[in-house]
């Protein structure tokens, strides 16, 4: 059996034989049948689709959920951060990241995204910092912690970065794509542990793949 | 997943003369819906003849629009939601609603 699964869109496609069968985020146990043609609307714009081939559907399953967790704690942790909404909103959000960080897969999912780019300007995240306090959401404020202590070294991470000659990549778009695969963590993690020295893990990250 | 003939592109290879820019809708709705038009079908018919259901979502037949390019909150007038069944999604859905009406967009 085989899978393409998108845990942006929340669908799984399977493909077993000649038969074609999807599944949603929300009721994995309900498999609806599909035609080649419905596939295009299956998914969307969702750019994060992903091939698993000669595989089962327990474990596809179980990819799929990793995926779709990793989307929905993004999503819950940009809603955490965005100043503009309200504090029950906010608190919400944190507290279900929070039960989604319980699995590390999720947890390292999430940094590979947040560590990519310094936190823009408009982010609250001390206002997230002092929710999560109140909600008594510790795995989060543990990550938005280390997030807030990492910037000065994601900020010249980027920097150094920005300056690679696009050329190098073959075009904007192939950096893009580069640089989406770094952060999915399929070719490296941006960020990676140093072990000997934590302070300077982003900095290894990088020269490893530049 | 090639090997299986099973290709998701964005860009569906459809045969000519079905499809158009929204500026030429017209001439498409002309070419695909002329026949089903005469002097006698009043304004109120139009949706019906856009969207007609099949037995089956196989036999529906329907003009489809898509829409491209950059679209912000403001492209909105109101926005119907479907209520979805994981609490943490519901929290996603909350958010889009407080954005929504600070725009004053109507949310259903």
Known sequence: ?210 | MERHDIKISRNPNLPKGYRATWGDRAKLCVAKLSLRIDSTTNSDKYSKLLLLKGATSKDDEFVEVHIWGPMTVLTMERVIVTAPQSSKRATIIKAIRAKLAKHKVQVN
């Open chain 1, 1 to 210: 059996m085989h899978a393409v699964i998108s845990g942006r869109a929340g669908k799984a496609l399977l493909l077993d034989g000649d038969s074609l069968k999807s599944f949603d985020a929300d009721d994995p146990s309900k498999l609806v049948p599909r035609r080649q043609a419905d596939l295009h609307y299956l998914f969307g714009e969702s750019q994060d689709l992903r091939i698993i081939e000669d595989s089962d559907l327990e474990s596809i399953t179980r990819e799929f959920k990793n995926d779709c967790d990793s989307n929905l704690a993004l999503d819950l942790t940009l809603i955490s951060l965005d100043g503009e909404l309200p504090d029950d909103i906010r608190k919400e959000a944190i507290e279900g990241v929070d039960e989604l960080l319980a699995d590390h897969r999720v947890v390292e999912q999430l940094e590979n995204i947040l560590y990519a780019r310094p936190v823009p300007e408009d982010a609250d995240l001390s206002g997230a910092l002092k929710l999560c306090d109140r909600a008594g959401s510790s795995r989060v404020l543990a990550v938005l912690k280390t997030f807030e202590e990492y910037q000065p070294l994601i900020r010249e991470v980027c920097e150094a970065w920005d300056i690679i000659p696009v050329q190098i990549f073959g075009g904007y778009e192939r950096q893009a794509e580069f640089q989406a695969r770094c952060c999915s963590g399929r070719i490296l993690p941006c960020r990676r542990r140093n072990t000997r020295n934590p302070s300077r893990d982003l900095d290894v990250s990088f020269r490893s793949w530049s």
